[in-house]
């Protein structure tokens, strides 16, 4: 029998949340809350099965623009209980929800609802506000009461949003067994999370409007049709007692209410921009695009996001046409100079994507992609020294990255300095889950260091907890 991937995936969480929730160490029936370690080892378990179902947003400044926007609430919370990270979910439906252990998403389709920062700092800071009140924790607390199954389908009903497919599916099964439950916080959750998040939302310099619109098209959605309800109301209930009072806080406190906080707005718009061109439904986006720049032939966004598309589309030529357009209209825009550099790059104009890009790094040094761009272009032109700088300074910024890491062996294997390269790419294939591969090229870059280096020290503590090798893989031997 063959169920179907959503129900699967339902059934996999609630019993991974099963065997968490009966674990001896992990729940201690002493207390009423986790203790914010238990909290973390449990976030740290489910991430690993929502990374691997769920599509996550990797553009690199979508992602660091939500991150900038939830650190800015984090910073003004007196004693945070965790490291608190922001992600985006590839899911064209309006959810937001907080995980245990501080980690907090929001799916691209409630993103690109969005009017501005102001909106996404209210929904952040009310999702911030759940993991501070340690609703999670009262939803594994009320569990301990009832079946395992049960607290399964709750904890699954959480973290899935409570609306999707998966999580459906894990309600039905707690109900079979005679049990009920609501997945979704309560009235009480909700207001408390409203008054803690105004509170860091205006310490933070926002005001409230935002969050009121984002909420009030949400309510207004849902009279479409119950397929169209915005799985955030399923998960977030009393929609209109919140409404109600988010609107007497903001006519009763009007100078709070008001934001304070000096916001460029394009950093909003950019973000949307590159979410629709990048990762929306291509029609649409193409239909929103050239919509744009017929109703207003100076928006920048509009030929911007064009551009990416087209780019998306392998349409490098007719996205240069866009990036130039963009860049007339705003001229000093580091991020679309850089992307016209990558369409340069992508014709093989190496001179002028050099030329183009070492532009934008003079003005933001610390640009990853940038950077990466700058190594793969020294690559094609033979400059093989200066690509091992650039993915140095890559990776002195971004530690982890893996094409960086992927192409700096691969630039000192041109070298011939074979230790550098095999070190860099087990360090690329262990990071990428392939131990085989990981396991021959760190073997092989320890036979090439020297007695007692500090690298060769780093190498041994790489090898561990690798599996023992089986088939190696040809390529791979035989890469130098």
């Not at 209930?237 to 100078?255: G, N």
């Not at 100076?298 to 911007?304: K, N, Q, T, W």
């Not at 272009?377 to 020294?385: I, K, N, P, R, V």
């Amino acid at each position: 029998m063959h169920l179907p991937k959503k129900l699967a995936v339902a059934l996999l969480v609630a019993l991974i949340s099963v065997s968490i929730v009966s674990s001896t160490y992990a729940f201690p029936l002493s207390h009423a809350y986790l203790t914010p370690k238990e909290e973390g080892e449990l976030g740290d378990k489910l991430m690993l099965y929502v990374k691997e179902h769920y599509e996550f947003i990797r553009d690199p400044f979508i992602v660091d623009y939500v991150n900038r926007v939830g650190q800015q609430i984090v910073r003004q919370l007196p004693n945070p209980p965790f490291a608190f990270h922001f992600y985006v979910l590839k899911e064209d439906v309006y959810n937001a929800f907080a995980g245990p252990g501080g980690h907090v998403f929001v799916n691209s389709g409630l993103l690109d609802a969005m009017e501005n920062e102001e909106a996404l700092a209210g929904i952040l800071a009310h999702e911030i506000s759940h993991v501070l009140c340690h609703h999670i924790s009262e939803q594994i607390d009320r569990a301990k009461k009832i079946s395992l199954v049960t607290a399964a389908g709750v904890l699954a009903g959480i973290f899935l949003g409570g609306g999707s497919d998966a999580a459906g599916a894990a309600m039905a099964g707690s109900a079979a067994l005679g049990q009920s439950v609501a997945l979704k916080y309560s009235r009480e959750n909700e207001r408390e999370a409203d008054e803690v998040g105004i509170k860091y939302l205006t310490k933070a310099g926002y005001g409230c409007e935002g969050l009121l619109e984002i909420l009030l098209k949400m309510r207004n959605k849902r009279w479409f049709g119950p397929e169209q309800m915005p799985t955030y109301l399923s998960t977030h209930p009393a929609l209109e007692s919140r409404l109600a009072y988010l609107d007497t806080w903001i006519q009763t406190h009007p100078q709070e209410a008001r934001s304070v906080r000096s916001v460029d707005p394009s950093d909003f718009q950019k973000a949307q921009t590159r979410l629709i061109a990048l990762y929306g439904e291509v029609e649409t986006a193409r239909e929103t695009f050239d919509t744009r720049i017929r109703d207003n032939p100076e928006d920048a966004f509009a030929y911007y996001g064009k551009a990416l598309l087209l780019d998306r589309e392998n349409q490098e030529k007719g996205a240069l046409e866009y990036l130039k357009e963009a860049l007339h209209r705003r001229p000093l825009d580091p991020d679309i100079y850089r992307d016209l550099g990558k369409s340069y790059f992508h014709i093989g104009d190496y001179s002028n994507a050099l030329k183009t890009l070492k532009g934008v790094l003079a003005y933001r040094p610390r640009d990853p992609e940038g950077w990466f761009l700058v190594g793969r272009a020294q690559m094609e032109t033979g400059d093989l020294q200066g690509a091992v700088d650039s993915f140095k300074t890559l990776l002195e910024i971004v530690p982890n990255d893996l094409p960086g890491m992927y192409y700096l062996g691969d630039a000192y294997g041109r070298l011939g300095d074979l230790a550098e390269a095999h070190y860099y790419l087990g360090t690329y294939y262990k990071a990428k889950g392939d131990f085989e591969n990981a396991r021959f090229h760190l073997t092989r870059a320890l036979s090439l260091e020297a007695k007692d280096s500090e690298r060769k020290k780093a190498i041994e503590e790489a090898l561990k907890g690798l599996s023992e090798p089986q088939q190696r893989d040809h390529n791979a031997k035989n890469a130098w």
